[in-house]
């Protein structure tokens, strides 16, 4: 069993892209995990993997796999790499074009070469929605960590994040606190767990440590999440820069459906074929 693969990168957050419309691989954790082997494998952050269609409107169907082996609901740098793909495919022209994510339509656009825009749909807030049992004070949650109480957002973008704000994202205890909070027993679902610093009303810079990944160069969901968390605090304006590690996205929010779009670099490296 063989087959053709796409690596891709959204600021230097990077995927293996396997297009199974028109060929076959089997695939499950195990599989996942030896192929995301960064000395063993091919090596990614996440699997993006497209399917046939079930809808006359969607192109591909998606699913999304951590390098853990795990399942995820969201993964916004990968939908701008298969926006950025379908579009180098001939597939997407310059209208826009969806695709059915593992949780609902992700509509999609391309911009111009490398660049790529992604619809990342409503965020949802509450604890039923991010899924936490933790029990919100407004719409600040906290959790005692160390014998400290950490206080932070909490919504879905699809999949679930955890936003704390920080003085300098560069000294952000986020090898400690990602995976104490993203695998702590308040999250049935775990959550990727992001430190936002707020540098202007238009501009924050974030780290983000992912489920099933640990801290990666960028977080497209965590960056919306980020700002949706920030917004919602009356903290940034509806269009905001966020810079990571691997690079920046503009963040807005569509003032008239809350949706969250995003703008940001999508990179195609090289071709190959899996055993
Ligand atoms: N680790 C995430 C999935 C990938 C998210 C990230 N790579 C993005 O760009 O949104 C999760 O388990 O929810």
Redesign the pocket.
């Known amino acids: 069993m063989s087959a053709t693969f796409h690596k891709m990168h959204?600021n230097g957050?990077d995927f293996v892209l396997l297009d199974l419309r028109a060929q076959d691989y089997a695939l499950d954790s195990n599989g996942v995990r030896a192929m995301a082997d960064r000395h063993r494998g091919v090596g990614f952050?996440?699997l993006l993997v497209l399917y046939p269609p079930t809808t006359a409107t969607a192109l591909a169907r998606v699913e999304?796999w951590?390098a853990d082996g795990?399942r995820?609901?969201?993964?916004?740098?990968?939908m701008r790499c298969i926006a950025d793909y379908l579009h180098r495919q001939g597939e997407a022209g310059d209208d826009p074009f969806s695709v059915e994510g593992p949780v609902e339509t992700i509509h999609m656009a391309w911009i111009e070469p490398g660049m790529t825009r992604v619809d990342m749909g409503r965020p949802a807030f509450g604890p039923d929605a991010v899924p936490t049992n933790l029990v919100p004070n407004g719409d600040e949650y906290s959790l005692d960590i160390d014998g400290a109480t950490c206080r932070f957002g909490a919504v879905s973008?699809g999949?679930?994040?955890v936003v704390i704000r920080v003085e300098h994202a560069a000294t952000a205890p986020v090898a400690r606190l990602g995976p104490a909070i993203g695998h702590h027993p308040a999250f049935p679902r775990?959550?990727?767990v992001g430190f936002a610093e707020i540098t202007s009303r238009t501009g924050i810079r974030l780290r983000?440590h992912?489920?099933?990944?640990a801290e990666?160069a960028?977080?497209?969901?965590?960056a919306?999440a980020a700002v949706a968390v920030l917004q919602r605090a009356g903290l940034l304006d509806d269009e905001v820069e966020v810079v990571q590690n691997g690079g920046r996205l503009i963040i807005g929010r569509n003032a008239d459906t809350g949706s969250i779009w995003m703008t940001g670099p999508a990179a195609h490296v090289f071709q190959g074929m899996i055993e």
């Open positions: 959204g957050n952050d996440q999304i951590n795990s995820a609901e969201q993964c916004g740098n990968g973008m999949n679930p994040h775990g959550c990727n983000v992912e489920r099933g990944a990666t960028a977080c497209g969901s965590g919306c």
